[in-house]
T-cell receptor, first 112, second 113 residues
Framework: QKEVEQDPGPLSVPEGAIVSLNCTYSNSAFQYFMWYRQYSRKGPELLMYTYSSGNKEDGRFTAQVDKSSKYISLFIRDSQPSDSATYLCAMSAQGGSEKLVFGKGMKLTVNP | DTAVSQTPKYLVTQMGNDKSIKCEQN?????MYWYKQDSKKFLKIMFSYNNKELIINETVPNRFSPKSPDKAHLNLHINSLELGDSAVYFC????????????FGPGTRLLVL
C-alpha cells in the first residue's frame, strides 16, 4: 500500500460546481497536510496548509483533515475555469525540512 | 523577484552525457530540495539540503549528485544520462521550522534521447 493514495482522475465539472478532492494515507505519524495546485508546465504552488485534524477555509477553498480515518479533502466552491489544474495532496510527519510525501495528483477541468 | 528559479528550463541531450541543473532561492530559506516528476505526474523527493548539509537522500542512483555551494543555491549534476532520467525536475525550498511549507521552482524539463 502506498503511503498516500489519490485518485488521479481526470475530473471534469461545469463552472459553478462544487468540487471535492480526496486523499487517504497509511502513515499515522503524518501531522502536516497540504494541497498544492499545479498548472500545466508550472511548478506546484501551495494552496492550503493544515496542521493535525480540523477544517480550514480560505475563500472558495476548504481543507478538511480527519486523522482518525486517515482522510483529507479539499473542497472548491463555485468552481471557475481558472481552477483547472492538477491538485496534489502532500503530507509530512514533521514540519520544516521533513520530506513531503505527495499523492499522484488529480487533474481537474472546469468547463465554462 | 522570482522566489525559486531554475536553469535551464528545457534540456534535451543524448544518452551517456553529463548535465547540470541549477537552482537558486531568494527567500532566505535554510532548506532546499530536488524532486523528480515523472510522465505520470508523480512527484517524488530525491534530495534535501539544510544549510549546505545533505539531510535527505532517497534511493537515487549514484549518477545523481547534488551540490550546495551556499544555502541559497542547490545544483543537481547527473552523470551518464539514461532514457529513464527523462522527467521534470523541480527545486523547492522551505524555512527549516516552517511547518512543511515548500515553495517550488518552475521546473526543468529533461529529455534524454
Amino acid at each position: 500500500q502506498k503511503e498516500v493514495e489519490q485518485d488521479p482522475g481526470p475530473l471534469s465539472v461545469p463552472e459553478g460546481a462544487i468540487v471535492s478532492l480526496n486523499c487517504t494515507y497509511s502513515n499515522s505519524a503524518f501531522q502536516y497536510f497540504m494541497w498544492y495546485r499545479q498548472y500545466s508546465r508550472k511548478g506546484p504552488e501551495l494552496l492550503m496548509y493544515t496542521y493535525s485534524s480540523g477544517n480550514k477555509e480560505d475563500g472558495r477553498f476548504t481543507a478538511q483533515v480527519d486523522k482518525s480515518s486517515k482522510y483529507i479533502s479539499l473542497f472548491i466552491r463555485d468552481s471557475q475555469p481558472s481552477d483547472s489544474a492538477t491538485y496534489l495532496c502532500a503530507m509530512s510527519a514533521q514540519g520544516g525540512s521533513e520530506k513531503l510525501v505527495f499523492g499522484k495528483g488529480m487533474k481537474l477541468t472546469v468547463n465554462p | 523577484d522570482t522566489a525559486v528559479s531554475q536553469t535551464p528550463k528545457y534540456l534535451v541531450t543524448q544518452m551517456g552525457n553529463d548535465k547540470s541543473i541549477k537552482c537558486e532561492q531568494n527567500l532566505g530559506h535554510d532548506t532546499m530540495y530536488w524532486y523528480k516528476q515523472d510522465s505520470k505526474k508523480f512527484l517524488k523527493i530525491m534530495f534535501s539540503y539544510n544549510n549546505k548539509e545533505l539531510i535527505i537522500n532517497e534511493t537515487v542512483p549514484n549518477r545523481f549528485s547534488p551540490k550546495s555551494p551556499d544555502k541559497a543555491h542547490l545544483n543537481l549534476h547527473i552523470n551518464s544520462l539514461e532514457l529513464g532520467d527523462s522527467a521534470v525536475y523541480f527545486c523547492a525550498s522551505s524555512q527549516d521550522y516552517g511547518g512543511g511549507t515548500q515553495y517550488f521552482g518552475p521546473g526543468t524539463r529533461l529529455l534524454v534521447l
